[in-house]
Nanobody, 123 residues
Framework: QVQLVESGGGLVQAGGSLRLSCAASGRTFTAYAMGWFRQAPGKEREFVAAFTWTGGNTYYADSVKGRFTISRDNAKNTVYLQMNSLKPEDTAVYYC????????????????WGQGTQVTVSS
């Protein structure tokens, strides 16, 4: 059974940093695309960042480019999202996702979702 478990969310002041973690288990993810989405209150879920284990390419939403970095630890089967220079508009529940196809993940229909972790940025 595939599980994606996020951690690392919390409350931070604007300009601060947080690192989210996503521990993946239940299968081998080396052929998968993995990424992060977020959903703010009253808004649709939106793509944040993604990468493929094999290709190593990374993809970011324009709103987070230059501030967020997605990375992985192969040995721990863990994906990270380093978030710097946080803004109040980054406040949302952040979800870890995984899918064999990068395109499916990026359009918001990946096979697997984590339960989400809350990030709140105060002004």
């Amino acid at each position: 059974q595939v599980q994606l478990v996020e951690s690392g969310g919390g409350l931070v002041q604007a300009g601060g940093s947080l690192r989210l973690s996503c521990a993946a288990s239940g299968r081998t993810f080396t052929a998968y695309a993995m990424g992060w989405f977020r959903q703010a209150p009253g808004k649709e879920r939106e793509f944040v960042a993604a990468f493929t284990w094999t290709g190593g390419n990374t993809y970011y939403a324009d709103s987070v480019k230059g501030r967020f970095t997605i990375s992985r630890d192969n040995a721990k089967n863990t994906v990270y999202l380093q978030m710097n220079s946080l803004k109040p508009e980054d406040t949302a529940v952040y979800y870890c996702t995984a899918d064999p196809a990068l395109n499916r993940l990026r359009v918001g229909v990946p096979d697997y979702w984590g339960q989400g972790t809350q990030v709140t940025v105060s002004s």
